[in-house]
């Protein structure tokens, strides 16, 4: 009767982290690639897996803030190929993108600032919060007691906010090639930003 019942909890406990872990990857696809691997890869060092000093919670503080200010900043980067079919990366500014030097017969206006992309910046660092902070070394590095009480709010916020930030970026799509995020073929990135002006 007892290996049943811690049968039954093992089970449940087990699908509840592959729930709490799905979530996670889906809001994981709404960020830039290369700043949640780096997160990923300097988090537990910069933690010493959760055991953490003071020096230990300044070195993450400063990791988990320059990763989400990357999360922001990408939002505003653009590609483009130019007639030679190199790819050049720009800021987007209200003019267009810069910057501007090697554009050739590329019209760099169409690149122009848009709200999508304050939208965009918004929920990302939304989501690589939600990710970083509820990440098991930072929990166990910041508040480690949360981790025992509020299990639920472990589990419950990353798919609620991913459900939002989903729904956010349905609306306002993201037509953007910047650093951090795929590129597309030309086809593509040549009517990159027509759609949402």
Known sequence: MAKSSSKIASSSST??????????????????TGTVFVFQFLNPVLTNYGHCSPVNKVLTSILIAFCGFSCAFSCFTDSYKDSDGMVHYGIATVNGLWPSSGSGSVDLSKYKLRIGDFVHAFFSVVVFAVLSLLDSNTVQCF??????????LLMALPPVIGAISGSVFMMFPNTRHGIGYPSTSPSDSSDNSSDDD
């Open 15 to 32: 699908s509840l982290s592959d729930k709490t872990f799905t979530g996670l990857g889906n809001l994981i696809k709404l960020l830039p």
């Open 143 to 152: 508040y480690p007691s949360f981790e025992s009480t509020e299990k639920v």
